[in-house]
C-alpha cells in the first residue's frame, strides 16, 4: 500500500465550504438557488445518486425539487416537463439523472434543457463551448471534479502523458478536452473498446484517468511505477457477505496501490467531487440568472 490516497471527500468539502458564502450573498438579494432533478422510473442506483445530491443541496442552502415520473412515461411528457422547468424563473439548474428507460434519447432531451440551466454541462452549446476553449459555459460535473482532485493534489499536468479510459459523452471525452486544453497542458490519448494493447498504452501514463466501467479492469502491470490514478469506476460487484448484497468496486484493482505514486478511493474520491461540482455549477448558474 505505498500509493497515496487522494481524498475526494475532503476536496469536496473544501468545494462546499467555498461555496457557502456566495448561496448566502444569493440568498440576501432575495434569490434562493434551486436546483431541479428529474428521475424517470426506479434504477435503485440513480435514487441513491439523486439523494446524494439532495442531501449537498440541503448542507449548503440550495433549495432542491425532485421532479418523479413513472417509467412507463411518455417521452412527449419528459419533454414537456423539461420545457415547464425552463420557463419557470424560480428554477436556476435542470438535471435529468442517467439513464433513462431504455429508447428514451437521452442527448434530445439534454439538448431541450436551457444552456444557462445545464448543470450537468451535457448540452451541446455547453459542450461546444468546451472545445472552443471558451470559459463561459458549464462544465460538465465528473471530468471537472477530476480536473479541481488533480490540483487539490498537487499534480502538475504540463507535458506530462495523460491516458484516458473511455470516451463517453458524459465523461471519458470532456476530460480528455479538459486535460488537453491551455493552462492544463497535458498530452492526452483516449483507450477504448478498439483500443490494441490498452494495457501498452495505459503504462506509458504520467496520469492515468480510468472511465470505462468495468470492475477492477485495471491492474498493477498498466501502472508505470510512480503514476497518479484517478478511478472514476462505480461499479457494483455482487457480494453475499454484505447486507445489501453487493460491494462497491472502482475500475481499477487495489494492487495498483503498490505502484502508483497516488491514487483516488472508491467509494470517497471522485463521486464527491461529481456533487460538489454540481453545487458549483448550480450556484454559478444563479449567479448568471441573477
Ligand atoms: N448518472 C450518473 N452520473 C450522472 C451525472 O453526472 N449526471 C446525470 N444527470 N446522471 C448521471
Known amino acids: 500500500m505505498g500509493a497515496h490516497i487522494i481524498d475526494g471527500k475532503a476536496c469536496a468539502a473544501s468545494i462546499e465550504a467555498s461555496l457557502k458564502p456566495r448561496v448566502n450573498q444569493l440568498i440576501t438579494k432575495g434569490l434562493n438557488p434551486h436546483l431541479a432533478v428529474i428521475i424517470v422510473g426506479d434504477d435503485p442506483a440513480s435514487h441513491v445518486y439523486v439523494r446524494a445530491k439532495e442531501r449537498a443541496c440541503e448542507r449548503l442552502g440550495i433549495k ?15 419533454i414537456d416537463q423539461v420545457i415547464q422547468l425552463n420557463n419557470d424563473p424560480t428554477i436556476h439548474g435542470i438535471l435529468v439523472q442517467s439513464p433513462l428507460p431504455k429508447g428514451m434519447d437521452e442527448v434530445a432531451i439534454t439538448d431541450l434543457i436551457s444552456p444557462v440551466k445545464d448543470v450537468d454541462g451535457f448540452h451541446a452549446s455547453n459542450l461546444g463551448k468546451l472545445v472552443q476553449g471558451d470559459s463561459s459555459g458549464l462544465l ?19 507535458g506530462k502523458r495523460a491516458v484516458v479510459i473511455g470516451r463517453s459523452r ?44 468495468v470492475p ?20 457494483r460487484v455482487e457480494d453475499n457477505s454484505k447486507e445489501k448484497g453487493y460491494r462497491l468496486a472502482g475500475d481499477v484493482h487495489h494492487d495498483v496501490c503498490e505502484v502508483a505514486s497516488a491514487i483516488s478511493p472508491v467509494p470517497g474520491g471522485v463521486g464527491p467531487m461529481t456533487i460538489a461540482m454540481l453545487m458549483s455549477n448550480t450556484v454559478r448558474s444563479a449567479e448568471l440568472q441573477n
Open 216 to 235: 477492477e479492469m485495471v491492474t498493477s502491470s498498466w501502472i508505470k511505477p510512480g503514476a497518479v490514478v484517478i478511478d472514476v469506476g462505480v461499479n
Open 170 to 213: 458524459i465523461v471519458g471525452m470532456p476530460q480528455a478536452l479538459l486535460l488537453s486544453q491551455k493552462g492544463a497542458d497535458a498530452t492526452v490519448t483516449i483507450v477504448h473498446s478498439r483500443t490494441q494493447n490498452p494495457e501498452e498504452i495505459c503504462r506509458e501514463a504520467d496520469i492515468l484517468i480510468a472511465a470505462v466501467g
Open 64 to 78: 432542491s425539487t425532485k421532479v418523479l415520473l413513472p417509467g412507463d412515461i411518455d417521452f412527449q411528457q419528459v
Open 140 to 158: 460538465p460535473c465528473t471530468p471537472s471534479g477530476v480536473m479541481e482532485m488533480l490540483e487539490w493534489a498537487s499534480v502538475s499536468l504540463s
